[in-house]
């Protein structure tokens, strides 16, 4: 490639020459994310999987001078935006309402999900950091909580095939049981607060959650978003301690003066904490935070994308069986503890 040809450095360009440097790809990614977002509400299913699968059929512009910029923008810098953002649909008085031993049973739920895959992860014979993004997809909320581990976990040419196998084997997961574990619940009988407990302490992603709950009852479907929206919560603590796990690793294997700058906090996590807190306080209106919802949901959806866009379906069978079936056995265990711990107290 002639020295004409090669692309200009982000960094040398002004602000309008950097936006419109980034402009082809972004323009790609949320093309792809508006044409998943469009089947998912026509035709049903998954929205994340949808804009996983669009983006890979797109894979051969990942390496476009053009468009490459945009597309690790998207993937790395809205992603973070739309982690951030999350924070907006949680009030410390919906975690309060748990009740102290509903929260207990989430919290060993959530981090013997993480010990698990971390422990079946190298019996695997995966790298520690693949196990944790594992354990902590399923633990928290699925493709959203892959995305934000994998943003403070150190980064190799593995990287982007590891989350993208989470998130399009935990986004299957997560669908399947929308319809199973409702069946589960029926059959049982349990009662709307179990119900709601079993639902939302298990299932991956909250649109599954909401939809499960729904499939039982309205009540059920209510205690089941509060549950779900606690682990959602648990985000925060679970990202603070991966990225000090990984401090070291993440400033060995960055570049040039990036790898004295690796904050123990990335920025996005102060942006959910604050919304958070000011949710909490009131200083949020209803309108605002709906607004803020959905667009945290755009930028995840718009990240993905991009994620596909840089991922090929060889890369993905390249991952194996593994990944896979460790991220079923996490799922199953999760289901089992917490119905067990249930059925106990019943």
């Known amino acids: 490639m002639s020295a004409a040809n090669q692309p200009v450095a982000a960094g040398k360009l002004s602000l309008f020459g950097q936006a419109t440097h980034l402009l082809p790809g972004i323009g790609l990614s949320a093309v792809i994310a508006m044409a998943a977002t469009t089947v998912s509400i026509l035709h049903g299913g998954p929205q994340f999987l949808y ?10 512009l990942s390496q476009e001078t053009k468009t490459r910029p945009g597309i690790e923008f998207c993937a790395r810098g809205v992603l973070r935006l739309g982690v951030g953002l999350l924070g907006a649909r949680i009030t410390a008085s919906q975690i309060a309402g748990l009740g102290w031993e509903t929260a207990a049973i989430v919290v060993v739920a959530v981090v013997s999900t993480l010990l698990c895959g971390t422990f079946l992860g190298k019996r695997f014979g995966m790298t520690r950091a693949q ?15 892959a995305l934000a ?21 935990v986004t299957v997961l997560s669908t399947v049981a929308m ?11 349990l009662p709307p607060e179990l119900a709601g407990l079993f639902l939302g302490g298990t299932i991956h992603d909250v649109a599954q959650v909401v939809g499960a709950g729904y499939m039982v009852n309205p009540e059920t479907a209510d205690y089941a ?8 919560s648990m985000l925060a603590v679970v990202v603070v301690v991966v990225s000090s796990i990984f401090k070291k690793e993440r400033e060995r294997v960055a570049e040039g003066s990036e790898a004295k700058k690796q904050p123990l906090v990335p920025w ?3 942006v959910f904490v604050a919304l958070v807190v000011l949710n909490s306080l009131g200083g949020v209106p209803k309108i605002v935070q709906t607004g803020l919802n959905d667009v945290s949901r755009s930028c995840l959806v718009v990240a993905i994308a991009a994620l596909g866009v ?11 069986w593994k990944p896979f079936a460790l991220l079923l056995i996490e799922t199953v265990w999760m289901a089992a503890f917490v119905l067990a711990v249930i059925l106990m107290h019943r």
């Open 51 to 60: 804009a996983l699968f669009f983006g890979i059929a797109f894979h051969y």
């Open 131 to 145: 196990g944790v993004l594992s354990g902590g997809a399923v633990a928290i909320c699925g493709a959203s909580a």
């Open 149 to 169: 581990i994998s943003a403070v976990l150190p980064r190799d040419k593995d990287s982007d095939r590891s989350t993208l196998m989470v998130v399009v084997t």
């Open 179 to 189: 319809v199973v574990y409702p069946l589960i619940v029926k059959a049982l009988g």
């Open 225 to 232: 978003t509060i549950v779900k929206l606690f682990r959602v």
């Open 268 to 270: 996005f996590l102060w």
């Open 310 to 320: 840089k991922t090929s379906f060889m890369q993905l069978a390249r991952a194996g």
